[in-house]
């Protein structure tokens, strides 16, 4: 169980007056994704930090296809993407539960900190939980590039 | 005039508990940037969606390169940065005021949607707004390539 | 089954520096126990709205008992508390799933406009719906006074 | 200079499908304000933070009067209303910078919490520094009972 799936509906202080979702809640909604896909992996970011360690967010790229509207239910899918020795990247499909198609693309580069806030390596218990995902992800062909995403910035 | 510069200071409710801004609030503050730089071109975008036209943002690309933290007094800079006949995509940078070096950087595009929701032109009198301001830009050469982000989600 | 019980878990967005969640946050959860009470009484909110009624905060009173944490498993109770030709009263209990104890009470006032933004009546179906649920409850004597939160704002 | 009085614009992000502010936001201003006034006092909650003394809210009452729309200029006035040895109150008005009328009145009790988050009292250096802004208010009589807010939670 390498992809973590995770249902949730639309809030409505969610929506702005174009009467959608506000775009920014996309970010919320894979941070809820890369919280959950850690949960599955066996590694609890809530208690990753209180070891401290910290993933801090270092790039985001948003792809945003069709509007998401209040009460709706929705799903997001979380990914791991790419793993180096200092960041990890996440990508994230946004959909509708009942197959309407995808909402938006999303991925995330985040980078390791120590309790100091600055830089470092991923702890290699970390690492190598990570790791054996992304072997399984490869395995079971599961993680398809996201078109136009996986070539953004560096 | 055509770049915005626009200051304010840091909400406690934009800070999470890693002790820094949470990373969703730059997408609302390069809205805050767009909404000025509009103004300053004489086309508010109040008015726009009582108008019935809708700027909807359709991809996003964000690099966060160091933490704002709570009460800090921060400056978006916003540009438009390439104009076409449906869609817009402005950049910004995300600084402190006292020139402690860049924050973040982010481009968005947006489409432009008419009061049913569809995709359309942009109407032409916003498009010649944005085609001065660009000219204007390009002969003042204010608009400079944000490293790493201009080749992105397209 | 008058009272709404919904679950959720603290998303890391919702936290501050102070490391808990920031208080702005009840009143979305109890947002979420709302759409959900009505929808369990056959009465979709966002139906209401498309139909031209819409129910506007008009006070709310908060009492805030014990931190929330990310990740935390919550639920919000919520229950009708006073009905009027054209207002209603919902109150809430913010809470552990695992019976450790109450977070934070709340109560809102709601006042129903039309599709004008007026204040009206609550439409008859409406009205009647609340009321069967108002009803039931006094029966199975469910709904208990808030301590320190009935004689609030009127 | 016993009041402060802060000027801001309604964000777009702050906006809800009702075509206007999400109620939530109000507590997120006079927060804002809140800072703005200790600010004033010659007292920075940013540092009182980093000295290990926290102010968490634990009650709150907001009257929502009329709405704020995207793009309003607003003002948020911030006054002292209670002083304790544990807690402090401040009431909060809410209002468009043209005098056209009261948009919300809002009051919120904070108790003080020490670095372990535990109740504690009120800094002496904190207390005499907030003692000093209520006596001033007392004698220019400043600080009004908001009707219908000074009831409220204890």
Same mark, same amino acid.
């Given at each position: 169980?390498?992809?973590?799936? $995770?249902?949730?509906?639309?809030? =409505?202080?969610?929506? +702005?007056?174009?009467?959608?979702?506000?775009?920014?809640? =996309?970010?919320?909604? #894979?941070?809820?994704?890369?919280? +959950?896909? *850690?949960?599955? *992996?066996?590694?609890? =970011?809530? /208690? $990753? /930090?209180?070891?401290?360690?910290?993933?801090?967010? &270092?790039?985001?790229?948003?792809? *945003?296809?069709?509007?998401?509207? =209040? +009460? +709706?239910? $929705?799903?997001?899918?979380?990914?791991?993407?790419?793993?180096?020795?200092?960041s990890v990247t996440f990508s994230y499909v946004v959909e509708h539960t009942d197959g309407r198609g995808t909402l938006a693309e999303v991925e995330t580069d985040l980078i390791c900190l120590d309790s100091a806030r600055s830089a #470092?390596?991923?702890?290699?218990?970390? $690492?190598?939980?990570?790791?054996?995902?992304? &072997?399984?992800? &490869? *395995?079971?062909?599961?993680?398809?590039?996201?078109?136009?995403?996986?070539?953004?910035?560096?």
């Open positions: 169980m390498i992809e973590s799936v $995770l249902e949730f509906r639309v809030r =409505y202080a969610e929506t +702005d007056q174009m009467g959608v979702v506000h775009h920014a809640n =996309y970010l919320i909604w #894979c941070e809820m994704g890369r919280t +959950d896909l *850690l949960r599955r *992996l066996g590694a609890s =970011y809530a /208690e $990753l /930090e209180r070891q401290g360690v910290f993933l801090a967010v &270092s790039a985001a790229r948003l792809r *945003l296809r069709r509007a998401a509207r =209040y +009460d +709706d239910l $929705l799903r997001v899918r979380t990914l791991l993407r790419r793993l180096r020795s200092r #470092c390596k991923l702890p290699a218990a970390l $690492l190598e939980t990570l790791r054996r995902a992304r &072997s399984a992800a &490869s *395995l079971e062909g599961t993680i398809d590039a996201v078109p136009g995403l996986n070539t953004g910035v560096e």
